[in-house]
């Protein structure tokens, strides 16, 4: 499948990854593609790798052979598995900080009221719960928007109500954009998914491909 970005079709895939910290090989020549739009999930357990391939994909670190192609000039929205929130700016301070324009104060207010904290505005990290402090980093993730979303535990901390409604918000504004999911949730990995990775590793290993995991 194709992701279509102006003029240019560009398929997005990890070719023949190669990646070492150390002794530690934490990629040996993996290949894998992803939709031009919807879910794919790199679903495993915790440690084998699923971060440090979303980094590469995201430009932060650098394989040490192979080539990821389809994300050149893309806008990558990056919700890290840490919260990586502002200690000494607001919760909506944290969200305007990746906006731009006049407007970008009352839009990450509307953010936060949309993943429900429209009464936290003013609060800093430290006052918030671990759930608050990741609904923000939801929002300010969505709010930045872009071509391609990765999304490291995205629900990590949220209790079932707030992973509902999170969930919800995620398919519905990042609707015909691709997702990339890492996750160890399988309920998560079957209500979210188009594609599933379920890897083992390290290195990584691809153990199977699916549409789901019953």
């Keep these: ?40 999930c790199l679903f495993g357990p ?27 000039n893309l806008q990558i929205s990056y919700l890290f598995q840490e919260d990586r929130l502002l200690p000494w700016n607001t ?36 006052q918030l719960s671990g759930g608050m402090r990741r609904r923000v980093a939801i929002a300010r993730a969505l709010a930045f928007g872009g071509d391609l979303f990765l999304l490291d535990e995205p629900f990590q901390r949220l209790d079932a109500h707030s992973k509902n409604e999170i969930a919800d918000l995620i398919e519905k504004t990042t609707a015909g954009k691709p997702k990339i999911m890492v996750t160890h949730d399988r309920e998560e990995a079957n209500r979210l998914s188009d ?18 995991i019953d």
Excluded: H
């Excluded at 499948?1 to 398929?11: A, N, P, V, Y």
């Excluded at 995201?58 to 990821?68: H, M, V």
């Excluded at 909506?92 to 839009?107: C, E, F, S, T, W």
């Design 1 to 40: 499948m194709d992701f279509i970005l102006g003029r240019k079709t560009m398929e997005i895939k990890v070719q023949n990854a190669v990646k070492s910290y150390g002794s530690i090989k934490v990629m040996d020549g993996l290949s894998l593609s992803f939709p031009s739009d919807g879910t794919a």
């Design 46 to 72: 915790s440690g084998c790798g699923k971060s440090t391939l979303l980094n590469c994909m995201a430009g932060l670190e650098t394989l040490d052979s192979g080539l990821i192609s389809g994300v050149k």
């Design 91 to 126: 919760a909506a301070q944290n969200i305007a900080a990746v906006l731009q324009g006049k407007d970008r104060m009352p839009r990450a207010e509307e953010w936060l009221r949309r993943v429900g904290l429209g009464g936290a505005r003013q609060q800093y990290p430290c």
């Design 195 to 212: 594609i599933i990775y379920i890897l083992d590793g390290i290195p990584i290993k691809i153990l199977d491909k699916m549409q789901n």
